[in-house]
Structure formats: C-alpha cells, structure tokens
C-alpha cells in the first residue's frame, strides 16, 4: 500500500541568464517518505528547493501539492500550504526568544494587542517536548549555537504543521551527537506522516535515512531510485558523469617515526583546554575532532594568537613559540585556514588573484610598488595546481562556489610558504569532487614537508586522509592513534561515548 | 605604544580645552566695583557678532558693568534658551545679544519677562514683543532704508545688467535688503518677491539674477562665477554683505572681468573698507555692530536707571559712504581705541522710532 | 615560496571550460578601468544635464563656463580622493570640513605675520596631518565607529577654528592667492584653465596610483572588504588604518591651501560641509559606504556630476534652493543603485 503522494514535481525547468539550471524534472514525493536529494554543487538542487518553496516560479512544467497545483508563488504561501525549509543558516531573529521565534507570526496575544508571554512558553514548552528537543522557550536566540538554531527553525516548521519538511544539509554544523538526534527526530516525523526532502552531500547519511535517491546532474535527473539497488558508489559516478578516480583517498598510513616535529603543544591550557599535549611532524596529516566545544577550533585560534593561553608550551620548528596575533604566526611559518570562507579567511569583493597575494604583500611589491605581472602568474600558478574552478584569475572570489573558495584560501597558505598548516573544518559543505580534491592537496603538502593539522567535526571524512586522528572531548585529549588503527565507531565512541569519558 | 599614545591625546585635548575655556572664562572676570552684570547672548562665531558683543563690553566697562558672554556657536535654539535661563539664574541685571531665531525669541524674552530681567535684542524685531513685560526694546537697521540707499545710487549711478547676491534667505533681512534695494533702484514689479526679470531705474537697467551667498565668502565667490557665465555682460553687482562681496571680487577678478562689474554692498566691514578704499566696491551701506552693541548697552542702563522707558524700536546709526566719504564709517573695530570709545559713550542715547512698523 | 610535492597529483577531473577570451577581456578592461558598466550612469546623467541646459540658455556652453565648474569642483575634487580611500578602507572622515579650515587657519595667520610661504604652508598640512593621525589613532584603538570619532573631532575643530581667529578671516593669502587664484597665463596650451586644476589633477593621479599599486592601498580594500579576513591574512589593522587617516589629513591639508589661495581666505568657514559633500560625491561615483569597492576615478565622476549639476541649475534659472533638492535627490538615488553585495 504505497503513501499517498505528496509532492508532484512535473516537468519543472527553470531558466537564468546563461543558464538553464532545471531541465524536465520530475519527482515524486510520499507522505512519510524520506527522500534524498543528491547532486554536484551547481547541479540544481537548490534551484529546485527555491522553486518548491515558492521563491521563484518555474519557467516550465508545474509542481503540486497533495494534488493541487501550486500557482501562486511566495514564500508565506508556500508555509500557508505546510511546506517548510530549514537551511543551513537558518534565518531567526536573534534578539527574539526562541518561543517568540518558534510561534513567530502566530503569537498568541490580548485581543491582538499584547502578547500573552505566558501562553506562548507553554505552548513552545508543549512542542519542543513532544519532539524532544531540548530547548529553553525563553532562551534568546543570539545566544545559541548553530545545532539548537538549527532545531529552533525545525521547531518553527513543525509547529506550523509541515507537511513537507525540506533539510538542506542539516548536519553541516552538527557534531555526531546532535546529527544522531535529528535522525531519531526524522524517524518520528516520517512516523507521523510528514514527507521530507533530504538534500546532502553526506552520502551515508542519506542512504541511511532515504527511502528514495534523486541524482541531479547539470539540471537534469539523471536518476530517481529507492535506496536499495544504489550503492554509494554508483551514486557518485551517477553526479559526476563519470567515475570518481582512484575511488576515495586512502590513509597513508603510520608516518615515518622519526620525522621531526614542527609544531608541538605541551600543556596548552585556558578555559577551554585542558592541559593539551600533541605534536605534528614535518609530512605529517594529523587530524582532531571532537563534538563542538571540545577544543578543537580553541586549538586552532588559540595557536593563531587569537585566543588567550593561560599555561603550557608551544614550540613551532623547534623554536618556542608564544602566540601573539596572526602577523607573528604567519611570520613564523604558521597558517590558519578558517571555517568559514566568506566570512572569515577571504575578501569577497577582491579577485581571486587579489585574495591570494593578500597574505603577502611584500613578495610581490618591488620597489614598493605592487607588481600586477608577478601577481596574476602567482595565481595562474595556483589556479593550475589546485585546479581552481573560476574563468578568470580576476573574477570576484564571491562568485565561486564553496569549494573553490576553500581551495583559494589553501591557495593563500601555499603562497605564503607556511610550513604549519592548521585547516579548519575543509570539507565543510563542499561537494564529493571538491571534498576529494581537498583530500589530495593535504596529502600532497605534507608530501612537500608540510605539518598539516586538519580540525573537523567529520570523523569519517577525517579518516580517509590522515595520518594520525586525536580525540578531543571536554577540553582534553583522550586519544591520539594512528588513523589504520581506529574506526568511525571507535572514535565516535572515544568522543561521544563511554570509552572517552572524563571524570 | 598604545597606553601612551591614548594618554597624549587626552592630553592635548584637555591642554586645548583649558586653553579655549581659559579665554572665554577670561572675558567674564569680574571688574571692582561692578554695578552688576549684563548677560550677552553671542549667537555664532562670525565677525560681526564678536565685534558687537566687543562693543557691548566696552559700553558695559565704561559705566561700570561687567559684561558676561554666553555663547552660541551652533545657532541653536536649545543653547540660547539654556543660556538665557542660566543668565537669570546667575543674577544678570539685563540681557541684550542676538537671538537665533524667530522661534527661540519668544521663549527667550518670555523667560526674561517672568524673571523681571529687561532685555533687548538686535535684530528680530516683532510688533507684538514691544508690549510683553521687561521687553526694553529693539536695536537693529531699518532693512528696507538700508537697501533703498544703495539702489539709489545705484539708479542714478549706473546702467546695465544687474545682479544680486542674497546672505541666507528665510531670515527676513535678506530678503528685506533685497526688498528695499530694488525699490530704491525704482525696479517695477513684485519687489516684496524680489526675483528677476525687473527693469529698473526707467530702463537704463535690467534686474536678470539673484543667487544666495548664505553670508559667505565662498559661496559668494561662486555666486559671481556663476552670474558672470550666465551673463557675460553683466554691469552692475549688488552683494547684501562684504564677505560676499569680497569673495565676488575674487572671482570676477580670476575671470578678468572687475573692470566691466561695479560692485555695491553693505555692511562696512574691515575687508570691505579696503574694498571702497581700493575702488572695487563703489559704494556700500555701513553699520557698525560694535556701535549698535554699545548703543545697546547704554539704552539698557537707561532703562534701569529709570530714564528710558520699554518696549520701544530704535534703529541703528548707519552710513552710506563712497569713497569720497570713507572717514565717515564708523569702523567696526574702534573699541580697541578708548578715546573712540568715550566720545560714543557721550553722545546722545538713539532715539525711538516714533511708529514702529506693525503698529 | 613553497616547496612542492615530488608525488604528482593524480590527473585532475576536468575543469570548467575557460571563460571565452571576450569575457575575460571584458573582466581585465573592468579590472584595469575599475569600472562596472552599472557605475558609469552619472556621465550618461551629466550628458543629459548639459544637452538640456545647453538649450536653455546660449551662454552655457562656453569654455569659460565649464572651466568655472571645475575651478568650483577642484578643491572638493582633491579631498573627495582622499574620502573614497578611506571610504574603501570602511572608514570615513566628518571632520573634514574644518580640518581643511584649520589648516588655511595656521598658514593664513602665519602669513600675516611675516612667516615664509613655504614655512606657512608646510605648518598649514603638518596641523591637518596632526588632526588626521589623532583621527587614525583613536579610530584604531576604539571599536567606535569613525563617523563618531571623527564628528566629535569636526565639533573640536570648530570650536579651535573659531578660538583662533575670534571670528575674523584672514584676508590676504598672498603667496597662495597667486598661486591659485586665478588662470594658467594665456599662451599655455590651456589658455584661461584655472590653476586650481592642477593639484586636482596630481591627486587624482596619486589617488589612482595609490589604490592599484601599492601595498597600502591594496591592504585598504582588504580592510574595508573584510577586516576579519584581512586580519588572519595577517595584515597590521591598526598601523593601516592609522596611515590612511594621517594620508587623509596631508590631502585635507592640500586641499586648504587651494582652496584658501582660491577664495583668498582663512576663515573656520572656508569649507563648510565639505565632509559631506565629499562623501556624497564618492558615493555617487560608485564607492561603498561599507567598504571595500570603489576607486578614485569612479569618484571623480561623482565630484563632476556635482559641479554640473549646481551650475546647470543656475543656468536653467530655478532658485538656489533647488540645488539643494537636486543634490539630496541625486545621493539618495546614488545609494539606492549601490547594489548590496552580500
């Protein structure tokens, strides 16, 4: 007895200005179901989910909801019909509470006139129960992280009784704690009939929730399967065209044990770590995770002068080092590459050339004046080896897609000659190709010599290409193996479980 | 470095604070003997402002007052109602000075009636103060006289185009130089409206421009580039005030065409005294600030000695001078000059305008 | 540089085909002319102006009206550089205005006391450098937003403007009046070309110059496009912002000692909302108010549009209060076409 359908996507092509980003795509949605959404960047996906939820119409074809046909084309009409989108960041008023957030729009109030604060507790208190989300109805909302904004705009949906929940990459800020418990909260939503769309690029993730895959390629469909008779594999070769070459990177393996270090912690503490010690050697790929909060984006600020020490030692190419700012680090050979492109590691109005040479200016000023010729070969350079995706070294570096950015910001790090390289979160929502071509230029640079510390939340892509992994949990380190030596439950179980607990 | 640096400033800040509060507090020293003090509300920086309370003080200081400042620099309507209460509560025996505008006027003298404090202003004049209590008067030009005189000699002096530059319109003096001008240029038409296109003075001249020169030099510098351009052939420029004038000078002179302009103007400034000197302003229109604050002065200590009686309009000693008869002008600077100072003291107080326009 | 892999990459996927060469032509002409189609419309604006104005009155289109407009536009001109630096740095400068009378203030008073030229002048921009370092300093220590600091230091001024002088101008510049008051002598190839053109000119060049070619320039789009970033590229925040500020203050300086020797003037109000004016002129060229976009000759278009417009008012025969409508119109239009860029 199959669900009854819906969400019916019907011919659906879309058109931009150079661009046809939809081409005939159809699908079809249950009640209950999860259906998966995969694809490159750039592939569609989120043209489709703007379309779904009314941002824009379609230029061709027609999309219905439980049958009807949806015509007019708003973003409140789209809630008004139940369906709901939670985005990566999702967009809440932060100086509001999270039940003024939740109930936005719907607040309960004296004749219209004056909120009634009291009403609107219990019944955020009542939702967030029933779904277990733990949350505090009066909390304001600037002061959560991104996992509990996250569940405030799931909560928001859900008290306006979506029928179709659209998740695009919903674990992207998630450590494996919290990403356990939205699948346990998906599970009771597909219990009680919603449909949601689940757009990833975490491929386990969504062969392990989905009934259903929709490939998009280019625009197109180029499949839509149930789960079972896919393989991850034929998935990734479906979104590229192609097969992914050497499959996924391996892990080196135990390095040589005698290559020196290039940067050493001992005892590094202050309100957040405690007492660290882990040294990177030169080609190495050492890897730290850990769930948010315990240390690992302390270790990388903290190292880059952007983070007060209270104890311990640092030495950097065998040298004492006290970190005092991002200069001196990057005077000593040290690089941080940021979490967050956009916001934090590049200049977005600036060229991708511009964003390269920024880190160091006096490599290419000659007789104190900027040498455009020595700028533009840096980066052709560097466009080249890192395989760069932009149609000129002079397009603004907003215009790229993520991925590319990262790989401009290694870029950066590769200008500059550091030799200790600390990486924060690289793959983060970045496609598989993308995430693979990440894999390889690490590999590469600690081939060249480099120390490469990688922090992220994602054991598993961890796992594929470094060296060691160390575990962090609470601000200590409680492991630090060799990557042959471990496995995701293993280290998930030394960060989140019992095997790691401290006292 | 920082720690320093941040402590250096404040320094020069404070040393620069001191240094420009020292000055003013100096200005109010109390003198032996004092009658008591009159209160001065100083409403903006220029020339003519400082010269008139200048004036003030040496009236003040010759019959035995001392003359407190309030300053204004902003020309704003809250400072000058804060400046007024503060000299009532501060004990002054008379207020006199120049009020912002014609909004604060009202609070400002309505404040000084309560407080039974005699107050006259320059400037401002409206029929229905010279009735409210402790109003002693008005002191300022008759706008419209002021700038019939120097149409006048311009009707019978000149022909051609001319052109106007205005001070800053929405005022009433403006716009009532302007007035008055065209009407003593014998210009026919809306002279109240004051715009052109008028003939004038039986057709031998043509009215063709106004500009504003909000009082300033440099404004007034591209109000005659501007009026040059558009008439090439243009004879005759009127400028309500010497900055203006001084600044149009410059330009015409850039433009090589102060031959072909004859300036006229007022005010009688000492920039503008060099002007008539030199013979690029033909004639202007003259009145002394210092001599109308030191009028002021005098009626006031009239009024409380009980000679004078209140709410009564006088209109200020004015010159016309050319050339011809420059010694004439009673400068604006002659306070610095004692013997200058008492000859005006002995003159005769101003008398008042027997009907005061408005009633 | 760096050292690289002796393991070769593995043959990358395909890249994105290359852009054709037209696009990339087209993106090195943007790059090099630092213009976008989009921010060219105050020329096709100010061809409209002149067509129009050009029918109204018969003396307007003579050289000696536009050389009038630019010897009016020249001083606003030069300090309208120095904002749009600052302004791509996403800082900005209120206290223009009287910083600009101050410096004519020390040299006007310098000179009327028998004091060389040159040792007046050079008193003159030192005082408005000092005025633009306090600025720089107190910008770089604070988290306070500029347009606070340098607002507070406008009202500072003001009041040390007014304390020196008592009010009264300075009424002969000499040295500078001749230099600057009048016309290139008839015989040059610019017969009757103002020489206030001149120092415009070389600061349009050094702004231009500046902002393409040197470090400090470059580390000033970086500032203004994104401090965060700028910061963990490792570029010295504050030590920029401070040289930027004290660069603002010698153009500042330059610019009182033009237009003093123009309007043969010191006076605190030689250059009365000269900060706003500069500002609005860079904004209207296409330099952003939030930083990191713009670039001096996308400014100077702005300052030319400004000119036209105030004269052509003048020549079409409407009051003098239109200007000011007519400037308040074209800012907020100006804004409005910025098109936000996050």
């Given at each position: 007895?199959?669900?009854?359908?819906?969400?019916?996507?019907?011919?659906?092509?879309?058109?931009?200005?150079?661009?046809?980003?939809?081409?005939?795509?159809?699908?079809?949605?249950?009640?209950?179901?999860?259906?998966?959404?995969?694809?490159?960047?750039?592939?569609?996906?989120?043209?489709?989910?703007?379309?779904?939820?009314?941002?824009?119409?379609?230029?061709?074809?027609?999309?219905?909801?439980?049958?009807?046909?949806?015509?007019?084309?708003?973003?409140?009409?789209?809630?008004?019909?139940?369906?709901?989108?939670?985005?990566?960041?999702?967009?809440?008023?932060?100086?509001?509470?999270?039940?003024?957030?939740?109930?936005?729009?719907?607040?309960?109030?004296?004749?219209?006139?004056?909120?009634?604060?009291?009403?609107?507790?219990?019944?955020?208190?009542?939702?967030?129960?029933?779904?277990?989300?733990?949350?505090?109805?009066?909390?304001?909302?600037?002061?959560?992280?991104?996992?509990?904004?996250?569940?405030?705009?799931?909560?928001?949906?859900?008290?306006?009784?979506?029928?179709?929940?659209?998740?695009?990459?919903?674990?992207?800020?998630?450590?494996?704690?919290?990403?356990?418990?939205?699948?346990?909260?998906?599970?009771?939503?597909?219990?009680?009939?919603?449909?949601?769309?689940?757009?990833?690029?975490?491929?386990?993730?969504?062969?392990?929730?989905?009934?259903?895959?929709?490939?998009?390629?280019?625009?197109?469909?180029?499949?839509?399967?149930?789960?079972?008779?896919?393989?991850?594999?034929?998935?990734?070769?479906?979104?590229?065209?192609?097969?992914?070459?050497?499959?996924?990177?391996?892990?080196?393996?135990?390095?040589?044990?005698?290559?020196?270090?290039?940067?050493?912690?001992?005892?590094?503490?202050?309100?957040?770590?405690?007492?660290?010690?882990?040294?990177?050697?030169?080609?190495?790929?050492?890897?730290?995770?850990?769930?948010?909060?315990?240390?690992?984006?302390?270790?990388?600020?903290?190292?880059?002068?952007?983070?007060?020490?209270?104890?311990?030692?640092?030495?950097?190419?065998?040298?004492?080092?006290?970190?005092?700012?991002?200069?001196?680090?990057?005077?000593?050979?040290?690089?941080?590459?940021?979490?967050?492109?956009?916001?934090?590691?590049?200049?977005?109005?600036?060229?991708?050339?511009?964003?390269?040479?920024?880190?160091?200016?006096?490599?290419?000023?000659?007789?104190?004046?900027?040498?455009?010729?020595?700028?533009?070969?840096?980066?052709?350079?560097?466009?080249?080896?890192?395989?760069?995706?932009?149609?000129?070294?002079?397009?603004?570096?907003?215009?790229?897609?993520?991925?590319?950015?990262?790989?401009?910001?290694?870029?950066?790090?590769?200008?500059?000659?550091?030799?200790?390289?600390?990486?924060?979160?690289?793959?983060?929502?970045?496609?598989?190709?993308?995430?693979?071509?990440?894999?390889?230029?690490?590999?590469?640079?600690?081939?060249?010599?480099?120390?490469?510390?990688?922090?992220?939340?994602?054991?598993?892509?961890?796992?594929?290409?470094?060296?060691?992994?160390?575990?962090?949990?609470?601000?200590?380190?409680?492991?630090?193996?060799?990557?042959?030596?471990?496995?995701?439950?293993?280290?998930?179980?030394?960060?989140?479980?019992?095997?790691?607990?401290?006292? | 470095?920082?720690?320093?640096?941040?402590?250096?400033?404040?320094?020069?800040?404070?040393?620069?604070?001191?240094?420009?509060?020292?000055?003013?507090?100096?200005?109010?020293?109390?003198?032996?003997?004092?009658?008591?003090?009159?209160?001065?509300?100083?409403?903006?920086?220029?020339?003519?402002?400082?010269?008139?309370?200048?004036?003030?003080?040496?009236?003040?200081?010759?019959?035995?007052?001392?003359?407190?400042?309030?300053?204004?620099?902003?020309?704003?309507?809250?400072?000058?109602?804060?400046?007024?209460?503060?000299?009532?509560?501060?004990?002054?025996?008379?207020?006199?000075?120049?009020?912002?505008?014609?909004?604060?006027?009202?609070?400002?003298?309505?404040?000084?009636?309560?407080?039974?404090?005699?107050?006259?202003?320059?400037?401002?004049?409206?029929?229905?103060?010279?009735?409210?209590?402790?109003?002693?008067?008005?002191?300022?030009?008759?706008?419209?006289?002021?700038g019939?005189?120097?149409g006048?000699?311009?009707a019978?002096?000149?022909?051609?185009q001319l052109a106007i530059?205005?001070?800053?319109?929405?005022?009433?003096?403006?716009e009532?130089?302007r007035t008055g001008f065209l009407q003593g240029a014998g210009c026919k038409g809306n002279t109240t409206a004051g715009l052109p296109p008028m003939t004038c003075a039986n057709g031998k001249i043509q009215y063709v421009a106004t500009?504003?020169?909000?009082?300033?030099?440099?404004?007034?510098?591209?109000?005659?580039?501007?009026?040059?351009?558009?008439?090439?052939?243009?004879?005759?420029?009127?400028?309500?005030?010497?900055?203006?004038?001084?600044?149009?000078?410059?330009?015409?002179?850039?433009?090589?065409?102060?031959?072909?302009?004859?300036?006229?103007?007022?005010?009688?400034?000492?920039?503008?005294?060099?002007?008539?000197?030199?013979?690029?302003?033909?004639?202007?229109?003259?009145?002394?600030?210092?001599?109308?604050?030191?009028?002021?002065?005098?009626?006031?200590?009239?009024?409380?000695?009980?000679?004078?009686?209140?709410?009564?309009?006088?209109?200020?000693?004015?010159?016309?001078?050319?050339?011809?008869?420059?010694?004439?002008?009673?400068?604006?600077?002659?306070?610095?000059?004692?013997?200058?100072?008492?000859?005006?003291?002995?003159?005769?107080?101003?008398?008042?305008?027997?009907?005061?326009?408005?009633? | 540089?760096?050292?690289?892999?002796?393991?070769?990459?593995?043959?990358?996927?395909?890249?994105?085909?290359?852009?054709?060469?037209?696009?990339?032509?087209?993106?090195?002409?943007?790059?090099?002319?630092?213009?976008?189609?989009?921010?060219?419309?105050?020329?096709?604006?100010?061809?409209?102006?002149?067509?129009?104005?050009?029918?109204?009155?018969?003396?307007?289109?003579?050289?000696?009206?536009?050389?009038?407009?630019?010897?009016?536009?020249?001083?606003?001109?030069?300090?309208?550089?120095?904002?749009?630096?600052?302004?791509?740095?996403?800082?900005?400068?209120?206290?223009?205005?009287?910083?600009?009378?101050?410096?004519?203030?020390?040299?006007?008073?310098?000179?009327?006391?028998?004091?060389?030229?040159?040792?007046?002048?050079?008193?003159?921009?030192?005082?408005?450098?000092?005025?633009?370092?306090?600025?720089?300093?107190?910008?770089?220590?604070?988290?306070?937003?500029?347009?606070?600091?340098?607002?507070?230091?406008?009202?500072?001024?003001?009041?040390?403007?007014?304390?020196?002088?008592?009010?009264?101008?300075?009424?002969?510049?000499?040295?500078?009046?001749?230099?600057?008051?009048?016309?290139?002598?008839?015989?040059?190839?610019?017969?009757?070309?103002?020489?206030?053109?001149?120092?415009?000119?070389?600061?349009?060049?050094?702004?231009?110059?500046?902002?393409?070619?040197?470090?400090?320039?470059?580390?000033?789009?970086?500032?203004?496009?994104?401090?965060?970033?700028?910061?963990?590229?490792?570029?010295?925040?504050?030590?920029?912002?401070?040289?930027?500020?004290?660069?603002?203050?010698?153009?500042?300086?330059?610019?009182?000692?033009?237009?003093?020797?123009?309007?043969?003037?010191?006076?605190?109000?030689?250059?009365?909302?000269?900060?706003?004016?500069?500002?609005?002129?860079?904004?209207?060229?296409?330099?952003?108010?939030?930083?990191?976009?713009?670039?001096?000759?996308?400014?100077?278009?702005?300052?030319?549009?400004?000119?036209?417009?105030?004269?052509?008012?003048?020549?079409?025969?409407?009051?003098?209060?239109?200007?000011?409508?007519?400037?308040?119109?074209?800012?907020?239009?100006?804004?409005?076409?910025?098109?936000?860029?996050?």
């Open positions: 007895m199959a669900d009854p359908v819906l969400l019916e996507v019907e011919h659906v092509g879309k058109h931009f200005p150079g661009v046809q980003a939809l081409d005939d795509v159809s699908m079809t949605l249950r009640a209950g179901e999860v259906h998966g959404l995969v694809g490159q960047n750039g592939a569609g996906k989120s043209t489709l989910v703007k379309c779904i939820t009314g941002v824009h119409p379609p230029d061709a074809g027609q999309i219905e909801l439980e049958g009807d046909p949806i015509t007019t084309y708003m973003p409140k009409r789209a809630y008004d019909l139940g369906i709901a989108v939670v985005h990566q960041r999702t967009k809440l008023i932060p100086y509001l509470s999270v039940a003024e957030n939740v109930l936005l729009g719907h607040l309960p109030t004296y004749h219209g006139a004056v909120i009634q604060r009291g009403e609107a507790n219990r019944v955020t208190r009542d939702l967030l129960k029933r779904f277990r989300l733990r949350l505090d109805p009066e909390m304001l909302v600037h002061r959560l992280g991104p996992a509990e904004r996250q569940q405030v705009a799931i909560a928001r949906a859900l008290f306006r009784r979506a029928r179709l929940l659209i998740l695009d990459e919903p674990t992207a800020a998630l450590d494996a704690e919290r990403a356990e418990h939205l699948f346990e909260l998906i599970g009771d939503l597909q219990m009680q009939g919603v449909g949601i769309l689940y757009v990833s690029h975490h491929l386990e993730e969504v062969f392990r929730l989905a009934d259903q895959i929709t490939v998009l390629r280019d625009g197109k469909v180029v499949a839509t399967r149930p789960v079972g008779e896919l393989d991850q594999n034929e998935v990734v070769t479906l979104m590229a065209g192609r097969r992914l070459e050497n499959g996924i990177a391996r892990p080196v393996g135990a390095t040589a044990p005698e290559s020196e270090p290039l940067l050493e912690l001992d005892g590094v503490s202050n309100p957040v770590l405690r007492d660290i010690r882990l040294s990177v050697g030169a080609g190495e790929v050492v890897g730290v995770t850990g769930v948010i909060g315990a240390g690992g984006h302390d270790i990388a600020r903290a190292l880059f002068g952007l983070e007060h020490l209270s104890s311990g030692e640092i030495r950097l190419l065998g040298e004492p080092y006290v970190p005092q700012g991002p200069r001196q680090a990057i005077a000593r050979g040290l690089f941080l590459v940021p979490e967050d492109p956009t916001r934090d590691g590049l200049v977005p109005v600036l060229s991708v050339a511009q964003n390269i040479t920024i880190v160091d200016l006096p490599g290419i000023t000659r007789g104190g004046l900027l040498s455009l010729r020595k700028e533009r070969a840096i980066a052709r350079r560097y466009v080249d080896e890192l395989s760069i995706a932009t149609g000129s070294i002079d397009t603004p570096v907003r215009n790229l897609s993520g991925g590319n950015q990262q790989k401009v910001l290694v870029a950066k790090a590769l200008a500059l000659g550091a030799q200790v390289l600390v990486l924060e979160e690289p793959t983060q929502g970045v496609d598989v190709h993308a995430t693979a071509e990440i894999h390889r230029i690490v590999r590469s640079l600690a081939d060249g010599g480099k120390a490469v510390m990688v922090i992220s939340t994602d054991i598993r892509d961890l796992l594929q290409f470094v060296d060691r992994i160390v575990a962090l949990r609470g601000g200590r380190a409680v492991a630090d193996l060799p990557a042959g030596e471990t496995d995701y439950a293993h280290m998930l179980d030394l960060t989140v479980g019992s095997l790691g607990a401290v006292a | 470095m920082s720690k320093l640096i941040r402590i250096g400033i404040v320094a020069v800040f404070a040393l620069a604070l001191a240094a420009a509060t020292g000055q003013t507090s100096a200005q109010g020293q109390p003198k032996a003997a004092s009658k008591g003090t009159i209160a001065f509300l100083l409403s903006g920086p220029d020339l003519y402002y400082q010269d008139g309370m200048n004036g003030a003080k040496a009236a003040a200081e010759s019959l035995g007052y001392n003359l407190k400042v309030y300053s204004n620099p902003n020309i704003s309507p809250s400072v000058e109602l804060a400046n007024v209460q503060n000299a009532i509560a501060q004990g002054a025996k008379a207020i006199t000075g120049y009020s912002v505008g014609l909004s604060t006027e009202d609070a400002s003298i309505a404040a000084a009636g309560k407080a039974n404090v005699p107050i006259l202003l320059m400037y401002g004049y409206s029929p229905k103060y010279l009735t409210k209590p402790s109003v002693v008067g008005f002191e300022q030009v008759n706008v419209v006289d002021y019939k005189a120097v006048q000699y311009v019978k002096n000149f022909t051609g530059i205005t001070g800053q319109l929405g005022r009433g003096d403006a009532g130089y500009e504003t020169g909000h009082w300033l030099r440099p404004d007034g510098y591209k109000a005659a580039q501007d009026m040059i351009a558009k008439y090439p052939n243009l004879k005759i420029l009127f400028s309500e005030n010497d900055d203006m004038a001084v600044g149009a000078h410059t330009a015409l002179v850039a433009a090589h065409k102060d031959q072909q302009v004859s300036m006229v103007s007022m005010n009688g400034a000492p920039y503008g005294l060099v002007g008539v000197k030199a013979g690029w302003i033909k004639a202007e229109n003259t009145d002394s600030p210092a001599l109308e604050g030191l009028n002021a002065v005098k009626l006031l200590n009239g009024y409380i000695n009980k000679q004078v009686p209140g709410g009564k309009l006088y209109y200020s000693y004015t010159v016309f001078i050319t050339k011809a008869n420059m010694a004439d002008a009673v400068g604006w600077n002659f306070f610095t000059n004692p013997r200058m100072v008492a000859t005006y003291m002995k003159m005769p107080l101003l008398k008042p305008v027997v009907a005061p326009p408005g009633t | 540089m760096a050292t690289h892999t002796n393991v070769p990459l593995p043959a990358r996927p395909p890249t994105e085909a290359p852009a054709p060469w037209s696009a990339r032509l087209l993106g090195r002409l943007r790059h090099f002319m630092d213009i976008d189609v989009y921010a060219v419309w105050p020329l096709f604006v100010m061809v409209i102006i002149i067509a129009y104005t050009s029918t109204k009155s018969s003396t307007y289109l003579t050289v000696f009206n536009f050389e009038n407009i630019l010897s009016q536009v020249a001083p606003l001109g030069i300090v309208t550089m120095g904002q749009a630096i600052l302004l791509i740095s996403a800082g900005l400068d209120l206290s223009v205005g009287y910083n600009i009378a101050l410096s004519s203030i020390v040299t006007g008073l310098l000179l009327e006391h028998g004091y060389s030229l040159w040792l007046a002048i050079g008193a003159g921009v030192l005082a408005a450098m000092a005025v633009g370092f306090t600025n720089g300093v107190l910008v770089a220590q604070n988290r306070a937003h500029p347009f606070i600091i340098t607002l507070g230091m406008s009202i500072f001024l003001f009041g040390l403007d007014t304390q020196l002088t008592g009010g009264a101008p300075v009424n002969d510049m000499k040295g500078l009046y001749t230099a600057f008051g009048g016309n290139l002598a008839n015989g040059f190839p610019f017969f009757g070309l103002p020489t206030v053109a001149i120092p415009l000119v070389i600061v349009v060049a050094f702004a231009y110059f500046f902002l393409r070619w040197t470090p400090l320039g470059r580390r000033a789009y970086a500032i203004g496009g994104n401090e965060e970033a700028a910061y963990l590229s490792g570029i010295p925040i504050k030590r920029t912002k401070i040289l930027l500020y004290t660069l603002m203050g010698a153009i500042v300086g330059l610019t009182g000692m033009v237009l003093a020797g123009q309007i043969n003037e010191a006076s605190f109000n030689l250059a009365q909302n000269f900060e706003l004016e500069s500002i609005a002129c860079a904004v209207i060229g296409g330099t952003a108010l939030f930083g990191g976009r713009g670039g001096a000759l996308r400014s100077l278009q702005g300052v030319a549009l400004w000119g036209v417009v105030q004269n052509a008012i003048v020549f079409v025969g409407l009051s003098s209060n239109y200007q000011q409508m007519a400037l308040g119109a074209i800012i907020v239009i100006a804004v409005m076409a910025q098109r936000p860029e996050r």
